[in-house]
């Protein structure tokens, strides 16, 4: 079987933009003294002369206001304030840039452990240019759904770089075995959440490895209960056919309710051959999210499947 590696990475951004993305980070990494974690926001903003700056979209006054400092600057960020609102109300925006202005907005309702991701995300647009002629208002719904999710995850791409500091969390995750417990180990070191480490760790696997960001499996209510869905790349190509909520069914079968740890069990998949492998499910619940990680246990020699009458 020929593994020839895909031109996208596993962000679904091409490789060139990857590396592109990457070096912008490294740049501002390097001006910065290539500090130990965990990174300063201050500091890179300082670096970067950005403003930041919180709004609420319940309390419209927040966000006028600063609509209003940005006018009186001199700096027409937007000609209809109240543009601003609808659209940030529409959108449901947990955060913003705006260009002219030089300015990140954070919604200031948003748990402080996800501001970070947030401000981390909009620094990815204010350092990626092609991204500038994007602004908020009339032209962002120019934007074709395909451009304004490529945008997204090339922002998401720069703040995960950014974030765990290029190669900094893969070197210093490769000392632990993969785990919650070495997760929440970096999650302290690098000053990120959960959900984040949980991400990055799962990415930056060489080897076959997933990760579910989900309700909780014992108080799930909707519909889709799983927000996000990660592989490795290797996981991607050997399991293609494992789906998200075949996961999470599996976890609702052994997960206890509450907070923290959940449970921690072996379960089979099939790869693309038909084959039978062991991963290890462990599960934890941060007071946000469910999350999950997968890390395989190795090839199991006996079949699972049971022909009738042989049980
Ligand atoms: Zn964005």
């Given at each position: 079987?020929?593994?020839?590696?895909?031109?996208?990475?596993?962000?679904?951004?091409?490789?060139?933009?990857?590396?592109?993305?990457?070096?912008?980070?490294?740049?501002?990494?390097?001006?910065?003294?290539?500090?130990?974690?965990?990174?300063?926001?201050?500091?890179?903003?300082?670096?970067?002369?950005?403003?930041?700056?919180?709004?609420?979209?319940?309390?419209?006054?927040?966000?006028?206001?600063?609509?209003?400092?940005?006018?009186?600057?001199?700096?027409?960020?937007?000609?209809?304030?109240?543009?601003?609102?609808?659209?940030?109300?529409?959108?449901?925006?947990?955060?913003?840039?705006?260009?002219?202005?030089?300015?990140?907005?954070?919604?200031?309702?948003?748990?402080?452990i996800?501001?970070?991701?947030?401000?981390?995300?909009?620094?990815?647009?204010?350092?990626?240019?092609?991204?500038?002629?994007?602004?908020?208002?009339?032209?962002?719904?120019?934007?074709?759904?395909?451009?304004?999710?490529?945008?997204?995850?090339?922002?998401?791409?720069?703040?995960?770089?950014?974030?765990?500091?290029?190669?900094?969390?893969?070197?210093?995750?490769?000392?632990?075995?993969?785990?919650i417990?070495?997760l929440q180990?970096l999650r302290?070191?690098?000053?990120n959440s959960l959900t984040s480490t949980l991400?990055?760790?799962?990415?930056?696997?060489?080897?076959?490895?997933?990760?579910?960001?989900?309700?909780?499996?014992?108080?799930?209510?909707?519909?889709?209960?799983?927000?996000?869905?990660?592989?490795?790349?290797?996981?991607?190509?050997?399991?293609?056919?494992?789906?998200?909520?075949?996961?999470?069914?599996?976890?609702?079968?052994?997960?206890?309710?509450?907070?923290?740890?959940?449970?921690?069990?072996?379960?089979?998949?099939?790869?693309?051959?038909?084959?039978?492998?062991?991963?290890?499910?462990?599960?934890f619940?941060n007071g946000y999210d469910?999350l999950?990680?997968?890390?395989?246990?190795?090839?199991?020699?006996?079949?699972?499947?049971?022909?009738?009458?042989?049980?």
């Amino acid at each position: 079987m020929t593994t020839r590696r895909p031109s996208v990475s596993a962000q679904g951004l091409d490789r060139n933009t990857a590396r592109d993305i990457d070096s912008r980070v490294a740049r501002i990494l390097s001006d910065l003294g290539n500090p130990p974690p965990p990174l300063s926001l201050d500091d890179v903003r300082l670096l970067l002369k950005l403003d930041r700056g919180y709004y609420s979209a319940t309390d419209p006054n927040l966000l006028q206001e600063v609509v209003h400092k940005l006018t009186l600057a001199g700096k027409q960020v937007i000609r209809e304030p109240r543009r601003l609102l609808d659209v940030v109300r529409r959108l449901d925006l947990k955060a913003l840039w705006l260009p002219d202005g030089r300015r990140i907005l954070i919604d200031s309702e948003l748990p402080d452990i996800k501001k970070r991701w947030a401000e981390g995300h909009e620094i990815g647009h204010s350092i990626l240019p092609w991204h500038q002629v994007v602004m908020l208002g009339d032209k962002i719904r120019t934007l074709s759904p395909q451009c304004a999710y490529r945008f997204e995850s090339e922002a998401n791409y720069a703040a995960g770089r950014l974030l765990f500091m290029r190669e900094e969390f893969r070197v210093q995750l490769g000392e632990h075995e993969l785990g919650i417990p070495a997760l929440q180990k970096l999650r302290k070191e690098f000053q990120n959440s959960l959900t984040s480490t949980l991400w990055r760790a799962v990415e930056v696997q060489e080897g076959y490895a997933f990760g579910l960001v989900s309700e909780h499996p014992q108080e799930s209510v909707s519909a889709r209960p799983v927000r996000h869905f990660i592989r490795s790349e290797a996981f991607c190509r050997r399991f293609p056919s494992v789906t998200e909520m075949e996961i999470y069914r599996d976890i609702q079968r052994f997960c206890r309710r509450g907070k923290g740890p959940l449970g921690k069990e072996e379960r089979a998949f099939l790869d693309v051959d038909g084959a039978s492998h062991a991963f290890v499910l462990e599960v934890f619940h941060n007071g946000y999210d469910t999350l999950t990680l997968g890390v395989h246990a190795g090839e199991r020699t006996q079949t699972l499947i049971t022909l009738p009458g042989q049980e």
